[in-house]
């Protein structure tokens, strides 16, 4: 499967952004799917994540409450709905995804195949 993440960009303190990650080759249907970012000068951290039945989802206690991940399987895309956006959001986003249940869906580790990321700045 390809991902292509999309939707990134530059906006102000409480804004709100959309990120689409869409598929090619394979129907996301079958992958679980999940959300990561990286800050620069850090490590890659989860930010959510949805089960391949599409439920049940995960999300990083730093975004919970603000940030939705949810998935149009006709589109095959899967996408990250982000409100209240705060300067420590800024990162580049990937989504990822691997067939089946992730045996951890919070781990880097459990996705094999990776979207090119996009950049998300969030100015005070």
């Known amino acids: 499967v390809q991902l292509q993440a999309s939707g990134g960009g530059l906006v102000q303190t409480g804004d709100s952004l959309r990120l689409s990650c869409a598929a090619s080759g394979r129907t996301l249907s079958r992958y679980s799917v999940g959300w990561f970012r990286q800050a620069p000068g850090k490590e890659r951290e989860f930010v959510s994540a949805i089960s391949w039945r599409g439920s049940p989802t995960y999300y990083a206690d730093s975004v919970k409450g603000r940030f939705t991940i949810s998935r149009n399987v006709a589109k095959n895309t899967v996408y990250l709905q982000m409100n209240s956006l705060k300067p420590d959001d800024t990162a580049i986003y990937y989504c990822?995804?691997?067939?089946?249940?992730?045996?951890?869906?919070?781990?880097?580790?459990?996705?094999?195949?990776w979207g090119q990321g996009t950049q998300v700045t969030v100015s005070s």
């Open positions: 990822a995804a691997d067939p089946g249940t992730a045996s951890q869906p919070m781990g880097v580790r459990s996705y094999n195949y």
